[in-house]
């Protein structure tokens, strides 16, 4: 009965996650990718007012705090020593599911309190009256976010969900990651996220590089750069994936 319980806790723990931290992604497309609040906030701001240049300032600031509070949960939550913590207490099929929910959370709450900061602007594409560059940064856009889900898809998705994880749990079976292979695991271990290509494009390419958009894309940029530890054996390994999951779409 015990253990029941505990597997039906597990399986709602791993199901939460999985809904929220899809719910967060989605809500994420729309704040990256839509360009119609940062054309209106374009719009309506005035250089002129030494008031608005106050309260951007402070916007600036607040905006900042947002950012290193995700990254900082982001890299904390990936640590070693949180690994070490799993598994002293015995619930190392529940870090990826808590990883995903924190994350979420906090990049929920980035986006709900974001601030636009009009006041300067690097660039500015009128995508309302042109429709052709509407198409054109659209479809970059989904094309970045396909490279994205491709990159996921060449991996195993319930795996970076943490629900391949309970799952073995719960049917007593070798961890997810305990029968991957060596260079699978270090490749995931080098590797901060499934496309570097597609967030640089997603971030990068916008109609309106307002100053906030401007500093969200620096920072994050900074961090994958950081992060990320990938070399010529994971590249390798990475195209030997690639190809065999080509090979498998192509003659299945």
Known sequence: MKMMLRNLFSLLIGSISIFYTIYVVYCLIYFISNNNQNHKAVQTSDNNDNAESLTAAWNILMNLYLLFLFLIQHSVMASRLIKRLYKKLNISEYERSIYNALSSVCLDYLMRNWKPVPLITLWEVNTESNMYSWILFSALHLFGWLIILG?????????????????CK?????????VKSKEYQRYLDHMRHPSFVGFIIIFWIHPYMTID????????????????NIDESDYKYASNIYYREKQYFKYS
């Open 170 to 178: 719960v049917l007593n079976k070798p961890g997810a990651l305990a």
């Open 213 to 228: 958009r401007f500093l969200l894309s620096s920072i994050i940029t900074i961090y994958m750069l950081m992060m990320w």
């Open 151 to 167: 990159g996921c898809c060449m991996l195993d998705v319930t795996e970076l969900l943490g629900w391949k994880q309970i799952y």
